[in-house]
């Protein structure tokens, strides 16, 4: 495998890509589930990437304006704001618009009519999360299939014919699959920390703007 490797990192990229592809081939049918799974990973990354960026979530400049709505309250130039909120793009603004919809009332209203948006909101920054736990999961189990499928074709057609280094051949070629199942997976576990803890750390930010944002709601002066 590291002798792979340096020729991968010694040869040209034309001569990479035929090393990649004969390296594909010769695991057979199996790397062709192991190829939609890899494509399945890679979209669910970029997806998860995409969606957790901080525009959709928690905008500088919104967090910002929310953190001093007390002072705009004051000053009687609310009106943009409340016009972010409407729009709804990012997770932020939606949440702060369901607390601008229960304005007025008690507190313990507001933070309860905005928790339970806030459970739709928790589902939408974990989508694709799921997907990432299957591909973690089926991707080295078929590589293990593949690897046991190869080597039970190999001993069946050995016979009489006792090669040791065809059959040292033939396993090196059957561990094909298992390496490319691996290879699937860890860039997917580290994505799945990765972005596990990062919506850890957006929900507590979250939690932090909209309960001061909840405490400036129960005025009832806000004005539309």
């Known amino acids: 495998m590291i002798e792979a490797i340096s020729s991968l990192a010694a040869a040209s990229p034309t001569d990479a890509i035929k090393t990649s592809w004969d390296f594909l081939l010769k695991g057979g049918l199996f790397m062709i589930p192991l190829g939609l799974t890899s494509i399945v990973g890679a979209t669910a ?3 998860k990437f995409l969606s957790l960026s901080r525009d959709r979530v ?3 400049p919104l967090a910002d304006q929310i953190s001093r709505f007390h002072e705009l309250l004051a000053t009687d130039r609310t009106e943009p704001v409340l016009r972010e909120f409407e729009k709804g793009r990012s997770t932020l603004a939606r949440l702060a618009a369901v607390a601008i919809r229960h304005r007025g009332r008690p507190q313990s209203d507001i933070i309860l009519s905005v928790e339970a948006a806030a459970r739709q909101e928790t589902s939408r920054l974990h ?4 997907v990432l736990d299957v591909v973690i999961t089926v991707a080295p189990l078929l590589g293990l299939l ?3 499928s190869g080597l039970v074709t190999i001993f069946q057609g050995l016979g009489s014919n006792y090669d040791p280094t065809t059959i040292s051949k033939g396993i090196a070629i ?3 699959t298992t390496i ?3 290879t699937i997976a860890v860039p997917c576990v580290v994505a799945h920390g990765y972005f596990t803890r990062r919506i850890e750390i957006l929900t507590a930010r979250l939690e932090s ?5 909840a405490h400036v709601c129960q005025r009832p002066a806000i004005k539309n």
């Open 174 to 176: 059957a561990l094909h």
């Open 127 to 130: 989508a694709g999360i799921g």
């Open 146 to 148: 593949g690897t046991a």
């Open 58 to 60: 928690i905008p500088d």
């Open 45 to 47: 990354i970029l997806y």
């Open 209 to 213: 703007l909209l309960a001061d944002f």
């Open 180 to 182: 490319f199942g691996l």
